[in-house]
């Protein structure tokens, strides 16, 4: 059951530009997370943001949160090369059971 | 090291065989988790225990068994039942069964032959 659903798929920009990547999801959450994985390896967690907050910071990362839209959005500002990778949210279900259901990802290539 | 160790790295399998496939972790997280990946495609839940000696099932059990005996382990069998095994297998943990943040092993390649 997918939850969260990233737009775009793939996404291709020029290094130092901003990447702006977005997740919609479905009901009510209790927290949500963006992970980051490089090809063939496994995933690793960037931010994870509350359904109180607003935004969050982390470096050259900001996340939004609009609960009444149901939707996040992952900016990575300055891009380099080494940001290419999938980028994937997750979502806590309010109220359900306790585990995070993955989107299908954003494709991020920063080219040189 | 501190981190999940997922193991082998790459697997091949004849069809009708069962294989296992381990992961351990030394970060003293109750929760640990299996995950399937398919290509261009998101995680989906196969089983998630949340304590020892206790696990539920997720999403895609079906064709796949586990088996919690201690707090650091947490093997995945696919089984002959499963009918594409062919995946990218992802171990996590959370220290915070659920809600929290997971923390992946760097996953185990099998392919089907």
């Known amino acids: 059951s997918q939850q969260g659903e990233e737009d775009p798929q793939a996404l291709s920009i020029q290094e130092g530009e901003n990447a702006t990547m977005n997740c919609s999801y479905k009901t009510s959450i209790n927290n949500l997370q963006w992970y980051r994985q490089n090809s063939g390896r496994g995933l690793v967690h960037l931010i994870l943001i509350r359904s109180n907050e607003r935004e969050k910071h982390s470096g050259r990362l900001r996340v939004t949160l609009d609960t009444s839209k149901k939707s996040s959005s992952l900016l990575i500002t300055a891009s380099r090369a080494a940001d290419t990778a999938s980028y994937f949210c997750?979502?806590?279900?309010?109220?359900?059971?306790?585990?995070?259901?993955f989107g299908k990802g954003t494709k991020l290539t920063v080219n040189p | 090291d501190g981190g999940i160790t997922q193991s082998p790295k790459y697997l091949f399998r004849k069809e009708g065989q069962n294989v296992t496939l381990s992961c351990e972790q030394n970060?003293?997280?109750?929760?640990m988790y299996w995950y399937r990946q398919d290509p261009g495609q998101g995680l989906r839940l196969i089983y998630y225990?949340?304590?020892?000696?206790?696990?539920q099932k997720g999403d895609i059990a079906e064709g796949y068994s586990v088996s919690r005996e201690k707090k650091e382990s947490f093997p995945l069998t696919v089984t002959s039942a499963q009918k594409n095994p062919t995946a990218f297998y992802l171990c996590?943990?959370?220290?915070?069964?659920?809600?929290?943040?997971?923390?992946f092993g760097e996953g185990s390649r099998l392919t089907v032959l």
């Open positions: 970060l003293n997280h109750d929760a």
């Open positions: 997750a979502t806590v279900t309010q109220g359900g059971s306790e585990k995070l259901v």
């Open positions: 225990s949340q304590i020892v000696n206790d696990f």
């Open positions: 996590a943990t959370s220290g915070v069964a659920g809600a929290g943040e997971l923390f």
